[in-house]
């Protein structure tokens, strides 16, 4: 209606997100580039609060326009959805064709194959959950749990919470604890403060097409800020009420008295008073209360003495107690280092390969049993003086037989007499050399589209023993299994994988039908390509 008589373009202060009129003030544009990083960064949940009408479906769109093609993007803008339609509404939202009575496991395991196919081509998903403050708590819970859908260096799943401060306080329950903990980034779009009112408001004018002299001036944000308490939504409406009052008057100059108008017309005063009035409750509460707590202590003097006496009574008992207690808190704590340290050097003995930041529990106790499998393997060691290579090898099967043969003619042609423990050490290394290079070879000439099984991972300082037992016991195709020495978190790491598979799902085929034996190191699938960036 204005639009004409401002010489505007279209209507500037719209309540409906138009991303062509984004402010990147009041650290709008800062979180938006910190949203970007964190999505490529591919790690943890993110959290977004603010409160309503601060700006965060705008936000929600402008990041979903600044990440690039590479990244899809899930959308669920309502947060209604119970715990058991959780993953049917994603699965809608990629559209998977799903059968009516599709079980949970079913369409879990349909999105894992999605999400690792996406890993695959380089691509990342990521899941958008607007007004999250509004989902039951059991709802997400179910969406944590597809944070566990990962790679060991990649999540296949980013997830990104947008909620009122309400959230926070669902979030601080001590049932979604985990989900808590996984939140890697945590943003607040706090309220705009008057600068950034005057900076907004005159930047939404230009960018209609405004061309007059300064509409707004500093002491009209300022009188905004007041009545808006500096949220977007109410700037907008402000703002728009204000322009419609100078065009019914036929003026080009904004003035307070457009702007109470505005103000009334809104109903935003009807709330600041409300406000105001529940400030004055409180104040008065407190008022009397402190009148009566005056009005006790002159008139009892004597019964608070006598309570001040038994407190201080109460006072020196309570400090023998906890002087009692202490010491044994002590003993506890130096006890508890005790064990971490006794830990600590297992882990060093046992030399297995470092914990992930988030383990499950299964993949902890399948770890625990690794330890003691090692620890037996090792005292196995320190029993044999002298083993003889000619007769390790001969223990193993004929194909794995001849595989060594290949990679370990040194060895193989060593004199009749058995060497030195430092020559033989030499010698498994010089073996495990030869399988790395010809590991290397494998995958230069891999299909980068194909998959491989991760089937274990141990420390270089652990060479011998992995020598040994791919040598012996092995129960796979040793011409089929490829080692790589890796840097892991400062540790030099030899990672083990097995056969190439054109697609994902005979990968997951053959990795359900692997031995026992190896299916106790929870080995999972890999892209070859990923191997081919991170390996050569």
């Known amino acids: 209606m204005y639009e004409e008589f401002f010489g505007l373009k279209r209507s500037p202060f719209r309540i409906t997100p138009d991303t062509s009129l984004f402010y990147d003030g009041g650290r709008r544009g800062d979180i938006l580039g910190a949203l970007v990083y964190a999505v490529h960064r591919g790690e943890g949940i993110i959290k977004v609060v603010g409160e309503v009408g601060s700006g965060k479906t705008m936000l929600c769109r402008m990041l979903q326009q600044e990440l690039p093609d590479s990244v899809e993007i899930i959308y669920i803008a309502n947060p209604s959805v119970s715990p058991e339609d959780i993953l049917f509404v994603i699965a809608n939202e990629l559209k998977f064709d799903i059968a009516r009575d599709a079980s949970k496991h079913e369409v879990v395991t349909m999105l894992q194959n999605y999400l690792l196919?996406?890993?695959?081509?380089?691509?990342?998903?990521?899941?958008?959950?607007?007004?999250?403050?509004?989902?039951?708590?059991?709802?997400?819970?179910?969406?944590?749990?597809?944070?566990?859908?990962?790679?060991?260096?990649?999540?296949?799943?980013?997830?990104?919470?947008?909620?009122?401060?309400?959230?926070?306080?669902?979030?601080?329950?001590?049932?979604?604890?985990?989900?808590?903990?996984?939140?890697?980034?945590?943003?607040?779009?706090?309220?705009?403060?008057?600068?950034?009112?005057?900076?907004?408001?005159?930047?939404?004018?230009?960018?209609?097409?405004?061309?007059?002299?300064?509409?707004?001036?500093?002491?009209?944000a300022a009188g905004m800020e007041k009545y808006s308490e500096g949220l977007?939504?109410?700037?907008?409406?402000?703002?728009?009420?204000?322009?419609?009052?100078?065009?019914?008057?036929?003026?080009?100059?904004?003035?307070?008295?457009?702007?109470?108008?505005?103000?009334?017309?809104?109903?935003f005063s009807r709330i600041r008073a409300a406000g105001f009035g529940n400030q004055l409750f409180w104040f008065s509460a407190l008022m009397l209360l402190l009148f009566l707590l005056g009005y006790l202590i002159i008139s009892q003097q004597s019964a608070l003495s006598v309570v001040w006496k038994d407190a201080q009574t109460l006072w020196s008992g309570s400090s023998q107690t906890v002087a009692s207690v202490t010491q044994p808190t002590e003993v506890a704590e130096q006890s508890l280092i005790s064990t971490e340290k006794s830990l600590a050097s297992l882990e060093l003995l046992t030399e297995?390969?470092?914990?992930?930041?988030?383990?499950?529990?299964?993949?902890?106790?399948?770890?625990?049993?690794?330890?003691?499998?090692?620890?037996?393997?090792?005292?196995?060691?320190?029993?044999?003086?002298?083993?003889?290579?000619?007769?390790?090898l001969a223990v193993s099967s004929k194909k794995n037989q001849q595989s060594v043969d290949?990679?370990?003619?040194?060895?193989?042609?060593?004199?009749?007499?058995?060497?030195?423990?430092?020559?033989?050490?030499?010698?498994?290394?010089?073996?495990?050399?030869h399988k790395i290079e010809a590991s290397k070879e494998w995958l230069r000439d891999a299909n980068k589209q194909s998959v491989s099984i991760q089937v274990m991972m141990r420390s270089k300082s652990a060479a011998r023993e992995l020598v040994r037992y791919l040598q012996t016991e092995w129960p796979l195709e040793l011409d089929k299994t490829y080692i790589y020495e890796v840097k892991m978190k400062d540790r030099a790491i030899y990672r083990v994988f097995y056969n190439e598979y054109p697609s994902i799902t005979l990968g997951q085929i053959s990795m359900k039908q692997l031995p026992e034996s190896v299916r106790i190191n929870s080995p999972y699938l890999h892209s070859v390509y990923r191997m081919q960036k991170a390996l050569l």
């Open 232 to 267: 977007l939504r109410r700037i907008n409406i402000l703002a728009d009420k204000m322009l419609l009052s100078a065009f019914a008057g036929g003026t080009h100059t904004l003035t307070r008295r457009h702007l109470r108008a505005a103000v009334k017309d809104s109903g």
């Open 352 to 392: 297995v390969e470092p914990s992930a930041e988030h383990e499950s529990d299964q993949l902890l106790a399948l770890k625990q049993q690794e330890n003691s499998k090692l620890q037996r393997v090792l005292a196995s060691a320190e029993q044999v003086k002298k083993p003889v290579v000619d007769q390790e």
């Open 117 to 220: 196919k996406k890993h695959a081509e380089d691509k990342q998903v990521v899941l958008f959950v607007e007004e999250a403050q509004s989902m039951p708590l059991e709802t997400l819970e179910e969406i944590r749990l597809l944070s566990n859908l990962e790679t060991d260096q990649y999540k296949l799943l980013q997830i990104i919470l947008f909620g009122q401060p309400e959230l926070d306080q669902n979030l601080a329950t001590n049932s979604i604890r985990q989900l808590r903990e996984r939140i890697t980034h945590d943003f607040n779009l706090n309220p705009l403060n008057t600068r950034d009112i005057h900076q907004y408001l005159n930047f939404r004018m230009r960018e209609v097409g405004y061309k007059g002299p300064e509409l707004i001036s500093l002491k009209l």
């Open 406 to 433: 290949k990679l370990d003619k040194v060895i193989v042609n060593q004199p009749v007499e058995a060497p030195s423990s430092s020559e033989k050490l030499d010698q498994y290394q010089l073996w495990l050399n």
